[in-house]
């Protein structure tokens, strides 16, 4: 129903910043929650932060990347963004945006009925 594709991963060094971006086509944006989570190789795949719809009143972050990361929306754009600061080696790994069409930010990767296909963070030390 929704397609989500992933976009400004990249290599940075470590201290340094990105922004990730999910744009949404087919509905609107507004009437999801969204989450952002990421996947090491070997590691299983882990909630990093998420927004509740419309206004994303609520957001939720990850004990590791809180402080460091800033989820947040952009409606009239069809975009959700994941603004990485500080960034540590650990944080490299492929990075998904996901919906779900209840509109919560869940932290459980099993609640979202759509997935984009990710982009790669590299974080060099």
């Known amino acids: 129903q929704v397609q989500l594709v992933e976009s400004g991963g990249g290599l940075v060094q470590a201290g340094g910043s990105l922004t990730l971006s999910c744009a949404a086509s087919g509905r609107t944006i507004s009437s999801y929650g969204v989450g952002w989570f990421r996947q090491a190789p070997g590691k299983e795949r882990e909630f990093v932060a998420a927004i509740t719809l419309r206004s994303g009143a609520i957001t939720s972050y990850a004990d590791s990347v809180k402080g460091r990361f800033t989820i947040s929306r952009d409606n009239a754009k069809n975009t959700v963004y994941l603004q990485m600061n500080s960034l540590k080696p650990e944080d490299t790994a492929a990075y998904y945006c996901?919906?779900?069409?209840?509109?919560?930010?869940?932290?459980?990767?099993?609640?979202?009925?759509?997935w984009g296909q990710g982009t790669q963070v590299t974080v060099s030390s």
């Open positions: 996901a919906a779900n069409v209840l509109g919560y930010g869940f932290r459980d990767e099993a609640r979202y009925e759509y």
